[in-house]
């Protein structure tokens, strides 16, 4: 069993991942945290757990101390800390925020107006896309997961960009995420009277996500790789939908996007390429941490449409993350994730 | 493993039984079948299931001979048959329809307007509400599965009916169904349009689950119990609350309540007396097999108020079906049931 | 044309009386307040008014001065300040909060927790329950509008209690209402992801509306009207319906019932009530003035039901404010609300 | 008093055009018709217009002989006699549907399977785009009403393409709308427990709408525009959501594109194009017949994005068709058509 620990517990990935550990036969969570909910039981902040786990928060001290593998699911500029400490003392790391995602501090201090205060500690991060980077997170011991949106964009645009398959450099991607995204705090957009039977784009040209995004589209193409982002709020719990739009070279077809996408994941468990002529829909991987990827082409143009769907508390974020610690831990990787997701 | 078998796999509850057998280590599904979906792959009707389970639909015949325990999930008057054939070759048969829940022949009738064809067949069905008929179900071959609001009401009038804290024997409950309750059917009630944003009662005094519900609080009380009841549809899709209004005894207080209440339940995994104070809500016991029951007095009238909610396609369909069957094979009851209900 | 003002027209019942008066061509709204956004354009708070009123919001002085008949919207205890100045300067005042509902100082006391400080003012006092207090309203200078929860409980039983109709002095009243009742303040409750797919009571037994209800109910009756209510909140933006249970006399049938009801509103444009087998649903009165009500019988105990919903922010809130403009001024009472509710 | 009538009422956008021109004051209904429902009231069907408008459904021969206007909206195919019948009568004739929209027969053929049977009346047809095309508009008497995506589309690039602002022709749009789109028939996509809490693209690459589009882009811009469009189905009632991606000439910065809308639609009552930095919600335009429209610059790639929001059901249907038939009439144009949006 892996004692592991989870420091922020309280917000909605933090609260996901206890969900989806309880559910882990090979894990045991030894201490959880939630700054402001300190002796409180978990199950006073979501009655779901309660008299299923009714663990008390901890402070960050306990977790640190107990466990092997530490998450942390925080705003950014709090984890390098709790980072430092477990390199320092042979533990684990999982960060679900943004602070080990980006391999540029000039990034991060263009986008998160924050400087890496550790910087040899940043060497050692390895960005957590599982499908695209598990050799290397089997060895690492400081992953930076992923963000939700550039989950589902990445692993969208892996094949193509990885085979070239596009005729320019740049991608248009127009994203919707339902408000979970949003997470736990209140907000205006987020207030049900006004985000029920609402929908509108988001911080256009403007969202953190996208540097990452860049900079992992830009490794996989082995090119620079400039997208134009737009994010919307979709009045639904879970799920991002991307709609990717991108040239495709004059001389590849639909089939032939069809074939490669299906080389790289036919063996990939969570990635589900769709039959040809079916269409994504966020509702078919809710509360998995599968991603589905359908293919469609504007034949008039050779444009590429490419539809990819997850679950943004899942694949986007806690899912995920126990995906590569099923990887870290030499288990099987599905291990605790294989719930078929509901239907209705 | 148990060879399970499901009859009626199209449906919502029979997609859903599905969907819970599978995460169910002990259990081999061995055949589907849907009457219409004949030869496809069930992920034809529910993409969610692509990939993880691409069974072919077949026949019932297929099914009636490959399984040792049979699910059926039939619009009623069509299970007689399968139960029979169960009977006379030594399976089991677990049917989540109508056709098994009422003792009396002649409410079937009123309330159906069916015959029962197997008169003796009927002799051995046992009321599969399991946390009070658990002893009659271990020996059970034939369960007519309890419907959606009748598991509600029943499981949350149980202590205090049994204990006969109720002054009077008129019980009025104030139910509320999410859209799954209606069926996979198309409908002007739930075509999107018309019922998001809509609320309204139906059925208003002549819902089928009256006489099931007055028939089960009249074993439990002992007595003729009559109830007022009073079914809305809720534009959510899943989850029962059922308002129960009783007048209480004078000399029991909540508190006395309470405690019978606690009494009765704190051995019962799946029934979660939420502590005094909180209010039950359908959003905690989603996609769980959970019933979450609060108690609340007017206190100026000495009137009790039960609030009672459930997953209505688990704890009221498909999930107490896995739980009899669990109890049914000597299995722990909480055996592929265990999921902790997302709380977003 | 009537020159009115707003005293508090940042909250929903605020905006949405501005949004209805700006239809209304006998008046001019003269001046707006809410007091965190003086100097802002209400199109600021509420970009909807955007081009259309781009009014300013200014003092409470200011609205005071400028109109002849004030409507206040604001948390209860700050109203009274505003009907004493208008009262003595020969000026309307119509309060959409709670302050001038409760004939009874001790009530408010108790069920508010503050005290009346012009007593002399409150006996001037009308509940504006349009229908029922026509003629008193034409003569008011002050009005209490109605809570949004007793404007549907009390036209629903305003034929039966008038006309003693029921058999006992208890009634059991099971309501539901959309999001916007709770107010533009966020909540944990109103946060998008706990609300959306979510039902539960609140305040059970202690909601405030309930002594305002018993009031005029036991003002209809002519009798100690007593009732158990129960609040929900519902996933929709607007709309209340109330399930209402009462035993009706032996000797009375719901034929009778339906012609009482027929003889007490057929007279009234914004009561309808529903043919013989129909059933109330609050998606074809939002966005209007009208109060729906249907009328059930569970013939088994003689218990009818009467279902009666509104939209909460319209004939429970703005709407009915301005209908008793409408009759304190002599206008055509429908003048400003005629507009047909959508259905989808 | 203007007679009109209406052929189809039995759709949503029939609907919606009934309650629309009940608030109309110089229009007088004189006679609906809706095939399947020939006899009974409109109420029966939509019970929000109980008590206010029981107008019984009436042949298509009443509503031709009946009234001097006529409106349709019907299924594609079934509009072309009664144009004739009215051209030849000397009649007005505004169609809702699509049979009127596309100049080029050989387009209908293509995308709808149809051919024209009346070529000489398609000559006379009048694409009904108010803002755009007013003055034809006001001699029309046969007029094509837009689509509703074409409208939000058209409306959100006319400005920008009149004035050559692109750099390019091809333009990619990704458009959401609400479900009262796909109208009232009964679909899987609008069953309530499959579209609540999903969302997805549908027709890529091949939705009808998709001709009209590209023909009226290419008159604004008088050159050959082509369009990579993508449909979504957004699980809310109303509304259509346009994010449209043009590449900007370099010359041109963000304030020279403001600069031009605002000289364009400041006359314009019903395209309000919002402030430098504000974002166009869906929310701000439900029942209403406005268009609002916000622009925004990705400046690393100097790309537009343009946010164009509709109802579907007004501005994108029934509201446009009031709003032609007023100016056809030579009355305000915002007659009947000033209800200020509510924001919940």
């Not at 994203?175 to 995204?181: D, M, Q």
Request: hydrophobic fraction near 35%.
């Amino acid at each position: 069993m892996i004692k592991v620990g989870i420091i922020g517990v309280s917000g909605y990935a933090g609260a996901e991942l206890l969900r989806l550990l309880l559910n882990h036969d090979e894990v045991k969570v030894v201490s959880i945290e939630a700054r402001s909910y300190q002796g409180q039981p978990i199950s006073d902040l979501y009655p779901s757990f309660y008299q299923v786990c009714d663990m008390i928060c901890e402070s960050d001290e306990d977790v640190l101390q107990k466990a092997e593998l530490i998450f942390a699911s925080l705003p950014h500029g709090l984890s390098e800390k709790y980072a430092k400490y477990c390199d320092e003392n042979n533990k684990k790391f999982i960060d679900l925020g943004a602070d080990f995602r980006l391999d540029s501090e000039q990034d991060y201090q263009e986008w998160y107006k924050l400087d890496y205060h550790e910087k040899a500690l940043h060497d050692k991060q390895v960005y957590g896309l599982s499908e695209v980077n598990r050799e290397k997170i089997k060895t690492a011991t400081l992953i930076g997961n992923p963000g939700c949106y550039p989950t589902s964009i990445t692993l969208g645009l892996y094949p193509l960009l990885k085979e070239k398959l596009n005729l320019n450099k740049h991608i248009i991607i127009d994203s919707k995420s339902g408000t979970t995204g949003a997470g736990k705090s209140l907000s205006e957009d987020t207030h049900f009277p006004k985000c029920n039977e609402s929908f509108h784009p988001y911080k256009l040209g403007t969202h953190r996500h996208t540097p990452e995004i860049e900079q992992e589209l830009s490794k996989m193409a082995n090119d620079d790789i400039q997208v134009t982002f737009t994010p919307h709020l979709l009045p639904v719990n879970r799920g991002i939908v991307s709609t990717i739009y991108v040239d495709l070279k004059p001389e590849v077809s639909l089939d032939d996007v069809y074939q490669i996408y299906q080389n790289y994941y036919s063996q990939e468990y969570f990635v589900r390429v769709l039959p040809k002529g079916k269409i994504a829909d966020l509702k078919f991987v809710k509360y998995s941490n599968f991603c589905d990827i359908s293919l469609h082409l504007d034949e008039r143009y050779h444009r590429l449409i490419i539809v990819s769907t997850i679950d943004n508390m899942v694949k986007g974020a806690a899912g995920q993350a126990i995906q590569n610690m099923n990887i870290m831990y030499g288990l099987e990787e599905t291990k605790g994730l294989k719930m078929v997701p509901p239907s209705f």
